[in-house]
């Protein structure tokens, strides 16, 4: 049973327009989400968190939205950059039972110019 | 620099043999972490470490082994018992609060084929 889950498996967007990335979790004790970017053959590199008592977090061009009734977050990226074309993992912790993070499946995100 | 180190980048082995692929980390992190990754799927967390000599398994620990015996490292083994050992296989650490947000970071991964 999946718990953290990217339903789009893949999204185009225009250069200079908002790309927008879901996540849905179903664990209601997750208190601590992070989106990380991978580009091929290579690790994740780490892009955001956020914690459950804030609802936004925004660093740059990247703003992460947290509905924790929902159980939902959304990764926004304003403007795109070609360079930007990359797959994005969601993923999501139970900070009291430990480090372990649950990844999604991921979205490819390609930007064109 | 600091940062994780995966070697080496890519592996083949013949079908049965073991195989170990190194993690090294000169971050002062306290805890490490092994996942893997087939295509299309998300990273799915096999072993790890909060301290030294200590270890959990993860969601697919079966076929696998680890060892901590340095803070700094944390090798991998797959056994001849791992029936789809093929895959991408990462290496993570992360500074180890207790009940806190810690982010992990990612080494640049060992593509292993068994032939």
């Known amino acids: 049973d999946q718990q953290v889950k990217q339903n789009s498996p893949s999204l185009s967007v225009q250069e200079g327009r908002i790309s927008i990335l879901n996540c849905d979790y179903t664990n209601s004790m997750f208190d601590y989400f992070l989106w990380y970017k991978k580009y091929p053959a290579e690790g994740p590199t780490f892009l955001i968190s956020i914690s459950s008592i804030k609802d936004k977090n925004e660093d740059g061009r990247f703003t992460v939205f947290l509905n924790k009734s929902a159980k939902h977050l959304s990764l926004h990226i304003v403007p795109s950059q070609p360079g930007d074309s990359a797959v994005y993992f969601c993923?999501?912790?139970?900070?009291?039972?430990?480090?372990?993070?649950?990844f999604g499946k991921g979205t490819t995100l390609s930007v064109s110019s | 620099d600091g940062g994780i180190t995966q070697s080496p980048k890519y592996l083949f082995r013949k079908e049965g043999q073991n195989v170990t692929l190194s993690c090294e980390q000169n971050l002062n992190h306290d805890a490490m972490y092994w996942y893997r990754q087939d295509p299309g799927q998300g990273l799915r967390l096999i072993y790890y470490?909060?301290?030294?000599?200590?270890?959990q398994k993860g969601d697919i620990a079966e076929g696998y082994s680890v060892s901590r015996e340095k803070k700094e490292s944390f090798p991998l083994t797959v056994t001849s018992a791992q029936k789809n050992p093929t895959a991408f296989y990462l290496c993570?650490?992360?500074?180890?609060?207790?009940?806190?947000?810690?982010?992990?970071?990612f080494g640049p991964g060992t593509r292993l084929t068994v032939l």
């Open positions: 993923a999501a912790s139970d900070s009291q039972a430990g480090t372990a993070l649950i």
């Open positions: 993570a650490s992360s500074i180890w609060r207790g009940s806190s947000y810690n982010e992990q970071f």
């Open positions: 470490s909060q301290i030294v000599n200590d270890f």
